[in-house]
């Protein structure tokens, strides 16, 4: 069993930036893939990025540039980077844990809201 707890969220301007973190206990995360999401109001949730074991980042390109995943295995915990944030980027976002590649997500955080005001 893997429990997540995001936490760092909150509402800034746009232009600022914020740093969430993911917790992850009850395994040896740093060996899967850890994958952040997003989902905002009336929409489908959707990826972010997703750092795996072997330290290979990837991002959707709706944040290439601007967000950064990042880990400290000591702590267990992975972030994610916010930088020049934008109205649209408000959303709750979820950090997640994909146990085996190319399968569904398997363990998932509860959640921390972004609000980007302009």
């Known amino acids: 069993q893997v429990q997540l707890v995001e936490s760092g969220g909150g509402s800034v301007q746009a232009g600022d930036s914020l740093r969430l973190s993911c917790a992850a206990s009850?395994?040896?995360?740093?060996?899967?893939?850890m994958g952040w999401f997003r989902q905002a109001p009336g929409k489908e949730r959707e990826f972010v990025g997703r750092?795996?074991?072997?330290?290979?980042?990837y991002y959707a390109d709706s944040v290439k540039g601007r967000f950064t995943i990042f880990r400290d295995i000591a702590k267990s915990t992975v972030y994610l980077q916010m930088n020049s944030l934008k109205p649209e980027d408000t959303a709750v976002y979820y950090c997640?844990?994909?146990?085996?590649?190319?399968?569904?997500?398997?363990?998932w955080g509860q959640g921390t809201q972004v609000t980007v005001s302009s």
């Open positions: 997640a844990v994909q146990l085996v590649p190319g399968r569904p997500y398997d363990y």
């Open positions: 750092i795996r074991g072997d330290g290979n980042k």
């Open positions: 009850g395994r040896t995360f740093s060996s899967y893939i």
